[in-house]
């Protein structure tokens, strides 16, 4: 069953949180000088030249969206382990698809796949309000209540089957996938706004990422690059059966 969810009390790495907070400002500065490393080397090094996903990325604290055995590697050009078989995209991959989904300040934005967080909360940088999809019950509850005691109050965490996408709020003025179907939802289209992009990774065992772009005529497809991502779950595994 789907539903919204609220903080009540502290997520698995409430523990971690207050050590960071507790840091002194020299390892936030370290923090910090990692996170402009990444943006350098990785996104900019490359083809992520939005000024405004540059910015976000180099504000988003990622070592605070993953547990603490991954946090060494925080920061590298690589996807991490979150727990239940889900992972965290790599940084590459996360400015490049905030690219691709055009971010404006007054938005309203559908993220499939909240996982840890730190999607959402990069988009929440960017944008007016997110609403991001979990099925995966306890990686939602806790990626609610870590988004929340971080202050992001535009952001909204929903348990469901991110395949229906989340109809109440629709339509959006972008969506965007972090888990891969082998086709892409009709449902997810349908909640697009007239101008709206869908960013999506499609295919089995590798995917291809697309843009999908809602036009007055109909729907245009731009095909970005190969990927590989986790398998979307829920009604898009039954119905490739």
Same mark, same amino acid.
């Given at each position: 069953?789907?539903?919204?969810?609220?903080?009540?009390?502290?997520?698995?790495?409430?523990?971690?949180?207050?050590?960071?907070?507790?840091?002194?400002?020299?390892?936030?500065?370290? *923090?910090?000088?990692?996170?402009?490393?990444?943006?350098?080397?990785?996104?900019?090094?490359?083809?992520? $030249?939005?000024?405004?996903?540059?910015?976000?990325?180099?504000?988003?604290?990622?070592?605070?969206?993953?547990?603490?055995?991954?946090?060494?590697?925080?920061?590298?050009?690589?996807?991490?382990?979150? #727990?239940? #078989?889900? $992972?965290?995209?790599?940084?590459?991959?996360?400015?490049?698809?905030?690219?691709?989904?055009?971010?404006?300040?007054?938005?309203?934005?559908?993220?499939?796949?909240?996982?840890?967080?730190?999607?959402?909360?990069?988009?929440?940088?960017?944008?007016?309000?997110?609403?991001?999809?979990?099925?995966?019950?306890?990686?939602?509850?806790?990626?609610?209540?870590?988004?929340?005691?971080?202050?992001?109050?535009?952001?909204?965490?929903?348990?469901?089957?991110?395949?229906? #996408? *989340?109809?109440?709020?629709?339509?959006?003025?972008?969506?965007?996938?972090?888990?891969?179907?082998?086709?892409?939802?009709?449902?997810?289209?349908?909640?697009?706004?007239?101008?709206?992009?869908?960013?999506?990774?499609?295919?089995?065992?590798?995917?291809?990422?697309?843009?999908? $772009?809602? $036009?007055?005529?109909?729907?245009?497809?731009?095909?970005?690059?190969?990927?590989?991502?986790?398998?979307?779950? #829920?009604?898009?595994?039954?119905?490739?059966?």
């Amino acid at each position: 069953m789907a539903s919204d969810l609220t903080s009540n009390g502290h997520h698995d790495e409430a523990g971690h949180d207050r050590l960071e907070a507790a840091a002194p400002d020299s390892a936030e500065a370290e *923090w910090a000088e990692r996170r402009r490393q990444m943006v350098r080397a990785q996104l900019q090094g490359r083809d992520v $030249t939005s000024k405004h996903v540059l910015e976000a990325m180099r504000k988003v604290p990622r070592h605070k969206f993953i547990p603490p055995d991954q946090i060494p590697y925080a920061y590298e050009d690589r996807p991490l382990s979150i #727990g239940m #078989g889900q $992972t965290i995209s790599q940084p590459y991959i996360v400015g490049l698809m905030t690219q691709c989904l055009d971010p404006q300040p007054g938005d309203k934005i559908l993220e499939i796949g909240c996982g840890s967080g730190y999607q959402a909360a990069v988009l929440a940088e960017l944008v007016r309000e997110v609403h991001s999809v979990e099925i995966v019950q306890p990686l939602a509850q806790a990626a609610s209540e870590r988004l929340q005691a971080m202050g992001y109050a535009n952001i909204h965490v929903h348990a469901g089957d991110g395949y229906r #996408g *989340w109809p109440e709020e629709a339509p959006y003025d972008g969506i965007i996938v972090t888990a891969a179907p082998d086709h892409v939802p009709q449902l997810l289209k349908d909640q697009l706004a007239a101008g709206a992009r869908l960013v999506i990774p499609v295919g089995e065992y590798y995917q291809r990422l697309q843009i999908i $772009t809602r $036009t007055h005529a109909g729907f245009v497809e731009e095909s970005i690059l190969d990927v590989r991502f986790v398998p979307m779950i #829920g009604d898009a595994d039954s119905l490739s059966r």
